[in-house]
């Protein structure tokens, strides 16, 4: 895995974005704040001495997206469309969620605006309530998802039950979490996803006739005739981010990702 902002010297680099083309990028991140649940009644009734939290919070949050590249170095300056920060008040939990969406057209991917606007977000959340309660914990501060950009979309996997296509027995694909041993995580990326209605899948290494891209596409196929399309030459495959062949082995744990031709940036 090459890590794009160290030179070859392995110094600090700040990435050269200038020839990329512009394309759609857009970033979910999402974090909590845990206090206690008289903590939370006052937030949630109005009553806490600062006045509207969730407020201040949002427009707290929406700024430091505006500014992550003065507050995280080698980040660039973006012009960016969209921000939102969204609450959700959950009692059973005595916390609340708090996500961020950043989008605008550009060079290069807003992951780290979103994550910035969650994290300050919570921080400014604590700030307005630790008149009354110090120990709060902020945690789970992590990236949902992103679109765009050369190296496709991403869709954090949930750790909830999965849906799982037949009765979720060796040889069979199962989409989420679950992943038999030995496996191979399947990703479908950009407008292949659209096609096939999926984004993800795991597939068995059992299943597979050769562990190979070949036998991986075959036993997709046999699955389910809407995978079929990934015999399609245009289509292109990466295992564990690098570029890979129909002839490329796949072991155990490998990440393949399945995407059209790259056409931007």
Same mark, same amino acid.
């Given at each position: 895995?090459?890590?794009?902002?160290?030179?070859?010297?392995?110094?600090?680099?700040?990435?050269?974005?200038?020839?990329?083309?512009?394309?759609?990028?857009?970033?979910?991140?999402?974090?909590?704040?845990?206090?206690?649940?008289?903590?939370?009644?006052?937030?949630?009734?109005?009553?806490?001495?600062?006045?509207?939290?969730?407020?201040?919070?949002?427009?707290?949050?929406?700024?430091?997206?505006?500014?992550?590249?003065?507050?995280?170095?080698?980040?660039?300056?973006?012009?960016?469309?969209?921000?939102? &920060?969204?609450?959700?008040?959950?009692?059973?939990?005595? +916390? $609340?969620? %708090?996500?961020? /969406?950043?989008? @605008?057209?550009? !060079?290069?991917?807003?992951?780290?605006?979103?994550?910035?606007?969650?994290?300050?977000?919570?921080?400014?959340?604590?700030?307005?309530?630790?008149?009354?309660?110090?120990?709060?914990?902020?945690?789970?501060?992590?990236?949902?998802?992103?679109?765009?950009?050369?190296?496709?979309?991403?869709?954090?996997?949930?750790?909830?039950?999965?849906?799982?296509?037949?009765?979720?027995?060796?040889?069979? &694909?199962?989409?989420?979490?679950?992943?038999?041993?030995? +496996? $191979?995580? %399947?990703?479908? /990326?950009?407008? @292949?996803?659209? !096609?096939?209605?999926?984004?993800?899948?795991?597939?068995?290494?059992?299943?597979?006739?050769?562990?190979?891209?070949?036998?991986?596409?075959?036993?997709?196929?046999?699955?389910?005739?809407?995978?079929?399309?990934?015999?399609?030459?245009?289509?292109?495959?990466?295992?564990?981010?690098?570029?890979?062949?129909?002839?490329?082995?796949?072991?155990?744990?490998?990440?393949?990702?399945?995407?059209?031709?790259?056409?931007?940036?």
């Amino acid at each position: 895995m090459h890590l794009t902002h160290l030179n070859t010297r392995g110094e600090a680099n700040m990435v050269d974005v200038g020839d990329k083309q512009e394309t759609r990028r857009e970033a979910v991140a999402s974090g909590r704040i845990v206090m206690q649940p008289e903590t939370l009644k006052l937030l949630s009734e109005g009553e806490l001495p600062k006045g509207d939290v969730l407020a201040t919070a949002r427009i707290a949050g929406i700024q430091a997206a505006k500014r992550t590249h003065e507050l995280i170095p080698l980040c660039h300056s973006l012009a960016l469309s969209k921000v939102s &920060v969204e609450f959700d008040i959950d009692l059973a939990e005595s +916390c $609340v969620h %708090v996500t961020s /969406l950043c989008r @605008l057209n550009g !060079r290069t991917g807003v992951e780290m605006e979103a994550l910035t606007a969650v994290s300050v977000a919570c921080l400014t959340l604590y700030d307005m309530c630790k008149a009354v309660d110090k120990g709060m914990r902020i945690e789970a501060i992590q990236l949902d998802s992103k679109q765009g950009g050369q190296r496709g979309d991403y869709q954090r996997m949930s750790a909830q039950a999965p849906i799982v296509t037949g009765d979720g027995v060796a040889g069979e &694909v199962s989409l989420g979490e679950r992943c038999p041993s030995p +496996c $191979v995580r %399947v990703k479908f /990326l950009a407008e @292949l996803r659209e !096609r096939v209605g999926e984004s993800e899948a795991v597939v068995s290494l059992d299943q597979l006739a050769s562990r190979d891209i070949s036998g991986l596409k075959a036993a997709l196929a046999e699955q389910d005739s809407r995978f079929k399309q990934l015999t399609d030459q245009r289509t292109l495959c990466a295992i564990n981010q690098v570029m890979a062949n129909d002839d490329a082995l796949v072991t155990d744990d490998d990440e393949v990702a399945f995407f059209p031709p790259v056409t931007g940036g």
